[in-house]
């Protein structure tokens, strides 16, 4: 599995965009980039995934480099409610159909008013 | 729509003891992983199953087992509980094995005396 490297923590000042980062740099070809977030010990929220494009959704951008060395996740305006720890992970998917999944320990994110 | 759900949400138990936790996927997932998170960590892989076959298995001892259902609820159990096994469970479920994004439950809270 590729490992991924994330800064342990963060703070953003309220309203303010988020850019988090992780290093992937061995991911292979075929391996997606996933963001969850946890909250305060409640289960882990997906919020975004990419293979190599960016991507949007109503949460936040996922920006991939072009060589998928590295990714940032942004949270545009940040909010109070914002504040968890947030895991970049890759995907393997072998050929059984198993799906692996490795978590670090995440970047946690103080977002202060 | 019904995210996935645990039961029970805490559960206090001595060394030695056995114990079971229950899982139920969001409606039309047929794939269930488990997930054990120390705190301070982030969450480690215990089991995948998929239409009631086990089809991957972490890094943990025997103790642990699991099983899937015809309904694709899941079980997992623990027998002989050391003071290590205290740690929040997690349960997420996909629709297929493979390349699909995981939701998580909100999580089993398991203290060991």
């Known amino acids: 599995d590729a490992k991924t490297t994330q800064p342990p923590s963060m703070d953003c000042a309220e309203g303010r965009a988020a850019n988090l980062p992780c290093n992937h740099s061995?991911?292979?070809?075929?391996?997606?980039v996933y963001w969850y977030r946890q909250i305060h010990s409640q289960g882990p929220q997906y919020i975004i995934h990419?293979?190599?494009n960016n991507e949007t959704n109503e949460m936040a951008s996922l920006i991939i480099t072009e060589d998928r060395k590295s990714s940032t996740l942004i949270l545009p305006h940040a909010t109070l409610r914002d504040t968890a720890v947030y895991y970049c992970i890759v995907r393997v998917a072998e050929s059984g159909g198993y799906q692996k999944v490795t978590f670090g320990i995440g970047t946690k994110l103080q977002v202060i008013p | 729509d019904a995210g996935v759900t645990q039961s029970p949400t805490h559960l206090i138990k001595t060394r030695g003891q056995h114990v079971t936790l229950r899982c139920s996927p969001i409606?039309?997932?047929?794939?269930v992983s488990w997930y054990q998170q120390v705190l301070g960590q982030g969450p480690q892989f215990i089991f995948q199953y998929y239409e009631k076959e086990e089809r991957g298995r972490g890094n943990f001892p025997d103790r642990f087992s699991a099983r899937q259902f015809p309904n694709y609820s899941s079980e997992l159990n623990v027998n002989a509980l050391l003071l290590g096994d205290s740690a929040l469970y997690l349960c997420?479920?996909?629709?297929?094995?493979?390349?699909?994004?995981?939701?998580f439950g909100p999580g089993t809270r398991l203290l060991v005396l």
């Open positions: 409606s039309g997932h047929k794939s």
């Open positions: 997420a479920s996909s629709p297929r094995s493979y390349q699909e994004t995981q939701y």
């Open positions: 061995t991911i292979s070809g075929n391996e997606y």
């Open positions: 990419g293979l190599k």
